[in-house]
């Protein structure tokens, strides 16, 4: 099959669906494909020239009479103009709202036989799923994509319960570059952060929204470090940030947790680490737990969402309830305690990611539903 070119659109900014989106991008482009991003910025891993690249950005103009932007309409608009003057095959759209109805307003628009495959990520079904002034252009952006996939089994299950029934959705995992990802000599950040010869590193990366419970990291460090020397290195931004930082000064633990706020080079901070701690009440996948399982670094994860689909129980670390605080820190003694039981966990999660998330494998898989979409 000859090569193609392929419109993306996703959330640009930082966020595991715009990662997953930007990655599969270049690795479609390292194959030769044409790749067409549209989106309101540049995503933030396209941050060079890559060959076989081009980006399109969308313009929104603020005009008095409307109260909101018409953002999902100059979306639509862009993507129609990108569809004829690029003659794409493709357009892949992470998130069915807006992105998915933008595709196929687009598509009329334009009056080409696009294909449009759309991915699911989470938020659109597990929290937008639940909000009945949007469920049914959820509805539509899925029934009327030619191919829809989802990153995790329990995400199709969870779209089957609450929107869809009769739309058959694939299962594609989310990957790794694991050219990028996998432990590397980073000495130096632990000189860096005074982090001493006998302290564990445990970290946890998110986006800091309520759903990620980190106040529940923050309790069960409290425990581990009362046990074991220990450092928490915390990786991100958002909501809960005031919310943790106060709770980490009234239990005291100022001079043992390290506030990193938005970082790049992750597998750095991946490489010093010995215990990744992701204990969301909802997540559909989990990429920073993969990334980390790359890195070597067994994670500690929640019975939600696809979660118990990445960190396989007792083999690449733990699942345990949401909130279970008692559980979790005792799993995180555990297996910080022991040496062989780590080792062992560490080098489980390096060979899950090769035999299960390597970007190879995924990448082929969609590449099979877009030459399956053009017989
Ligand atoms: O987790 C977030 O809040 C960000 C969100 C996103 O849109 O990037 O993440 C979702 O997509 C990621 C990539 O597929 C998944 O790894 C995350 O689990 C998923 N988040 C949730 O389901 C809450």
């Given amino acids: 099959m000859g090569k193609l070119k392929i419109g993306i659109t ?96 687009a598509k009329h628009m334009s009056n080409r036989d696009i294909k449009i495959v759309t991915t699911l990520h989470g938020t659109d079904i597990t929290v937008l799923g639940y909000d009945p002034s949007l469920t049914d252009a959820i509805k539509f952006g899925i029934e009327k994509s030619d191919v829809v996939t989802a990153v995790s089994k329990a995400l199709v299950e969870q779209t089957n319960e609450l929107i869809v029934q009769n739309k058959p959705i694939q299962t594609v995992y989310n990957f790794v570059d694991e050219r990028i990802y996998h432990k590397r ?70 001079d043992l947790v390290l506030f990193l706020g938005k970082q790049e080079n992750l597998e750095e901070l991946y490489s010093i680490s010995d215990l990744m701690l992701l204990l969301s009440e909802k ?42 605080i008692e559980d979790i820190s005792t799993k995180a003694i555990q297996l910080l305690s022991d040496k062989a039981l780590h080792q062992s966990y560490s080098q489980q999660s390096i060979e899950t990611v090769k035999s299960k998330f390597s970007a190879d494998r995924i990448v082929e898989q969609y590449e099979q539903i877009y030459f399956e979409l053009m017989n």
Avoid at 248 to 253: C, D, I, K, Y
């Fill in 283 to 324: 997540e559909s996948f989990g990429l920073v737990a993969l990334e980390a399982m790359a890195c070597g670094v067994p994670c500690i994860g929640t019975n939600t969402g696809g979660l118990p689909e990445v960190v396989t129980h007792q083999q690449t670390g733990f699942i345990c309830e949401v909130g279970d």
């Fill in 10 to 105: 996703c959330y640009p900014t930082v966020g595991g669906s715009g990662v997953v989106a930007t990655e599969l991008g270049k690795m479609l482009a390292e194959r030769g494909h044409e790749i067409h991003f549209i989106s309101s910025s540049i995503p933030f891993r396209l941050n060079r020239m890559y060959h076989n690249i081009y980006y399109h950005q969308v313009e929104v103009n603020q005009y008095s009479v409307f109260q909101y932007p018409p953002y999902d309409i100059a979306l639509a608009n862009k993507m129609a103009e990108v569809i004829k003057r690029e003659k794409l095959d493709i357009l892949h759209v992470h998130y069915a709202i807006p992105h998915a109805v933008c595709a196929i307003l």
């Fill in 185 to 254: 000599d980073a000495k130096h950040l632990r000189e860096e952060f005074e982090i001493k010869e006998d302290e564990k590193v445990i970290i946890h990366v998110s986006n800091f929204r309520t759903v990620k419970r980190v106040q529940d990291v923050i309790k069960a460090f409290a425990n581990i470090s009362s046990a074991m020397p220990s450092r928490l290195l915390l990786v991100g931004d958002g909501p809960e940030m005031t919310r943790v930082c106060k709770q980490v000064r009234e239990l005291n633990l100022e």
